[in-house]
């Protein structure tokens, strides 16, 4: 069977080079044929004579993984087998029991049951643990393989076996699937009186309609001000950013452009439909992880004046992808062109046709960058992602925190705490007692968790240079003095960081209890960049100043 489809590669890809060698003589055309010529008749050879059996398409999925590697992160081939998950990112769309997975501390849990589908309706919660599926174990399964198990069509039935703490026997459950649609809007809201909070995660087919559709709630409900949230949303649909602008500006006005080496392909995308709030005072909130789309509808409402961006630069990705079909229904998502904003500025971070001798790609310099005009005379520049008008330093995370947070052990230690407290009611004023971050802090003894910290490695880097150096038995005494301090130092990071790990448990304990609406609800009192938001849209003065200013 191997030899068959090593055959069959070969024959598709000199079936190519045959092509191309009929093509209009010229020079690149040449070096295509010439190209593809080499690597059918190196394949055939690797696979008539290579030592070891080899797996042809493994070998040619691989060669086409390391070509696509050297242009940028987003041109990827996407096989036939892949095309659903594809699918699932760009429509937010497929059918199942409308719930997250994920792999904690080896066992495949629910970490997010989509409110208001099946697997919430039917009770499942988050931390239930996935025993069987249709009478498939599921131990030792990856999640991406379970996930593919409870995937089907709509309407047919399922039935879970889930194992739950607190409860002795695993507990069935028959759940019809369903057509699934994600919510782009996770999340609307009054917030810091009368101002309005739309949290914005995708750009997936009706984006917009959603954002609009809370604008027109939100203002209902009295909001004066509004805030949109794009922090780490990492993009989509060019045509959903286009369309969540409109909501702000008028009819008929440039949103963004692309360019690309197909001039036919060159498009410019304009403000169609009339706006619903052009006057409202509006604060969008950046962080690092808001790429592509995001950057679109911040870039656009920056240039026009119509918001204030708040909290830190943007990613930084300038770059338009296309599908392209291919052979045996697989895909190319492809890098065609370059987004351009209003102002004219491209906020494409790195140089990808630029690369250094190893490899990395840097970004673009300061002293390289160009100076732009919004629509008042602002100063923005290009090259390297968007900068916020109002800057608000990222919180910086413990390294004590992030252990906990990626060993899973605050999520278990939620599950458990929720399992222990069936009633528990979470609203913006709930706060983790003293006396439970204590129990919290003796659990964490019994599954013997210990921080390791950068100092730690430190040391131990430093240990093994003293032995290759020889040096180790005059230093020892100084260098055993050094790790007992660094390990009385360690042991009190439980102490040390409890209000940020206390924080980041109680929000967690909040998201089990009460999904994403508790959690948000639960972080806007400790939400720099909202807050920081909040008071420039209630200081009228200081946000027109804000946007007037050259």
Not at 191 to 207: M, Q, S, W
Not at 418 to 447: M, P, Q, R
Not at 474 to 496: A, G, H, P, Y
């Amino acid at each position: 069977m191997k030899l068959r489809r090593g055959f069959l590669a070969f024959a598709i890809v000199a079936a190519i080079a045959i092509g191309f060698s009929f093509t209009a003589p010229s020079e690149k055309y040449f070096d295509i044929a010439k190209s593809l010529d080499i690597f059918a008749t190196l394949f055939k050879e690797v696979n008539a004579y290579y030592v070891d059996e080899i797996d042809p398409k493994d070998l040619v999925d691989k060669g086409i993984s390391g070509m696509l590697e050297s242009l940028d992160p987003y041109t990827d081939y996407i096989a036939e087998e892949d095309a659903e998950d594809f699918s699932i990112q760009t429509t937010g769309q497929y059918a199942g029991i409308g719930a997250l997975i994920g792999n904690i501390n080896n066992k495949i849990v629910i970490t997010n049951p989509y409110l208001g589908f099946p697997a919430n309706k039917a009770g499942l919660r988050v931390g239930d643990e996935i025993i069987q599926v249709d009478g498939i174990n599921v131990e030792g399964k990856t999640t991406s393989q379970v996930s593919t198990l409870l995937k089907g069509k709509p309407n047919t039935s399922i039935k879970l076996e889930i194992r739950r703490p607190g409860q002795e026997q695993p507990i069935a459950f028959n759940i019809a699937r369903q057509k699934i649609k994600l919510s782009n809007v996770v999340y609307s809201g009054i917030v810091k009186e009368n101002v309005g909070y739309i949290k914005l995660d995708d750009f997936t087919p009706g984006a917009a309609k959603e954002v609009e559709a809370a604008v027109v709630d939100l203002k209902s409900k009295g909001a004066r001000a509004l805030i949109l949230d794009l922090r780490d949303n990492p993009g989509g649909l060019l045509y959903e950013a286009v369309n969540i602008v409109n909501i702000f500006i008028p009819k008929g006005l440039e949103v963004v452009s692309t360019k690309g080496k197909i001039k036919d392909w060159n498009k410019t995308y304009v403000s169609l439909n009339n706006p619903v709030d052009t006057t409202t005072p509006l604060a969008v909130l950046t962080s690092g992880g808001s790429a592509s789309a995001s950057e679109i509808v911040a870039g656009a409402l920056q240039d026009y004046d119509r918001a204030i961006l708040v909290g830190q630069r943007t990613f930084g990705k300038g770059l338009v992808q296309t599908t392209r079909p291919l052979s045996y229904n697989g895909q190319l998502k492809v890098t065609t062109a370059k987004y351009y904003i209003p102002s004219g500025r491209c906020i494409q971070a790195l140089d990808y046709s630029h690369r250094n001798e190893d490899g990395s790609v840097d970004r673009v310099a300061d002293s390289l960058k160009s100076e732009f005009l919004t629509k008042g005379g602002r100063k923005v520049y290009d090259g390297g992602g968007l900068d916020p008008d109002v800057k608000v330093d990222e919180e910086r995370i413990s390294p004590a925190t992030i252990q906990l947070i990626t060993s899973g052990l605050i999520f278990d230690y939620a599950t458990i705490y929720c399992t222990n407290h069936a009633d528990i009611k979470i609203d913006d004023s709930f706060v983790l007692s003293d006396d439970d971050y204590k129990k919290f802090g003796e659990w964490l003894k019994e599954k013997k968790f210990t921080f390791s910290s950068e100092l730690e490695e430190r040391m131990n880097d430093l240990i093994e240079v003293a032995k290759k150096e020889r040096s180790y038995d005059e230093l020892v005494s100084q260098l055993t003095t050094l790790e007992k301090q660094i390990e009385q130092n360690r042991s009190k990071d439980l102490n040390r960081y409890k209000p940020e790990i206390s924080r980041v448990l109680s929000e967690e304990i909040a998201f089990h209890a009460g999904l994403i609406k508790a959690r948000v609800e639960l972080s806007f009192r400790n939400d720099n960049e909202l807050n920081e938001a909040a008071r420039f849209l209630h200081e009228q003065d200081r946000y027109t100043s804000l946007l007037s200013s050259n």
